[in-house]
């Protein structure tokens, strides 16, 4: 006689999945020290690895020596762009005095509004004013404290990163055989066909992050020099930097574009500014989004958006920017698991396996439509 077979209740199971989630979230969470730039380092390894095997396979490189060049060549990479934007600021700092001016006139003119609107005259404003400032200079102290942790903290962070895309550069060989020696032969190609799939999606994902910022800039300094905009180039940029913010990247593009707008030109030129900010943001989220970065991921607008938001509550602003690749990597591991197919199906954009799926539906509750 057969044994019978046990089956675990679905909500005893579902209960231990939640448990294993909030404590996995929660290590994630005290480990955030380690992991934000370890995982920021793995990413940009798999961005660079195409460039350190040039080195150690074609010039005959020793592999350390390629993955410091691919370290160097990264940071010349974002010195230029650094070093762009910061020629634009220096004409911005250089005519300092008509800012000041412009601002001046902007205040006189706000003020003599409050004055009209709400009856306050200027001696009340100036008073409130004043105040206002005694407090801000009575904790300059601490703020200037607090700035200087921040941009510290900020050194060391970039430092952790570039030391762990060096170490995984250079100790990459011996990673990929500890994950495939940790599952049993049977599994040996499934784990092949994952890491390869994890680096390929992630370089394209990196790569066209990239060239979308590339065209976002290139399209809104096209438009900011039509209009006349002053510092068309620094705003152009400053909008393609700020759009890799997923969401919240427009609107601070927006605000620092029509700020600096408002301070160089007239009100008209600040309303198309920021017309022409919401104009490339949405051709951006309608049309090279989804072309340039979503055709590489695969995840649909629904579970991006939670896990941009699951990612800011985990780590913050560098958890937003990891949210998607971690995702990605989560997909591409669901779909060649047999038991964890359905959660790839869920991330993804539904036409994947969709055969599949229709197969194990009952015929009653197929829409035929």
């Not at 300092?96 to 001696?123: C, D, E, G, Y």
């Not at 599952?183 to 992630?202: G, K, P, R």
Request: hydrophobic residues 55%; glycine residues 6%.
């Amino acid at each position: 006689m057969p044994a019978k077979k046990f089956t675990t209740p679905f909500y005893e199971r579902l209960s231990l999945v939640l448990v294993g989630l909030i404590a996995l979230g929660y290590l994630v969470i005290l480990a955030k020290e380690i992991l934000d730039p370890l995982v920021f380092g793995f990413l940009f390894a798999v961005l660079l690895l195409p460039l350190a095997n040039f080195l150690e396979k074609k010039l005959r490189l020793p592999r350390s020596i390629s993955s410091l060049l691919s370290i160097l060549f990264l940071l010349g990479f974002v010195g230029g762009v650094l070093y762009i934007v910061g020629a634009q600021l220096t004409s911005l700092a250089s005519d300092w005095p008509m800012l000041k001016s412009q601002v001046i006139q902007s205040i006189n003119n706000i003020s003599q509004w409050i004055h009209h609107a709400f009856h306050i005259n200027a001696t009340k404003q100036l008073s409130y004013l004043n105040a206002t400032t005694t407090k801000i200079v009575a904790s300059g102290t601490d703020v200037l404290s607090q700035t200087f942790d921040a941009i510290s903290s900020l050194m060391l962070f970039y430092v952790f990163i570039l030391i762990f895309t060096f170490f995984i550069l250079l100790y990459r060989s011996l990673l990929i055989r500890f994950i495939v020696w940790v599952f049993s032969d049977e599994y040996a190609t499934i784990v092949h066909d994952v890491v390869e799939n994890i680096q390929q999606i992630l370089r394209q994902y990196i790569l066209g992050l990239l060239l979308e910022m590339v065209v976002v800039s290139t399209l809104a300094c096209a438009a900011f020099e039509i209009i006349g905009a002053k510092y068309a180039v620094l705003l152009g940029i400053l909008v393609g930097l700020f759009n890799l913010i997923p969401y919240l990247g427009i609107f601070t593009a927006l605000l620092l574009s029509t700020l600096i707008t408002f301070a160089t030109g007239s009100i008209r030129d600040t309303a198309l500014v920021a017309g022409c900010v919401l104009g490339i943001h949405l051709v951006d989220s309608n049309f090279l989004l989804p072309a340039i970065v979503g055709s590489k991921v695969k995840l649909n607008a629904l579970i991006t958006f939670l896990g941009i938001v699951l990612g800011e509550m985990i780590w913050g602003l560098s958890g937003m920017f990891l949210s998607i690749p971690v995702m990605a990597i989560l997909k591409i591991i669901f779909d060649r698991v047999e038991s964890l197919k359905p959660w790839g199906y869920l991330l993804g954009s539904g036409n994947e396996n969709k055969k599949a799926v229709v197969k194990k539906m009952k015929p009653a509750t197929v829409d035929r439509t």
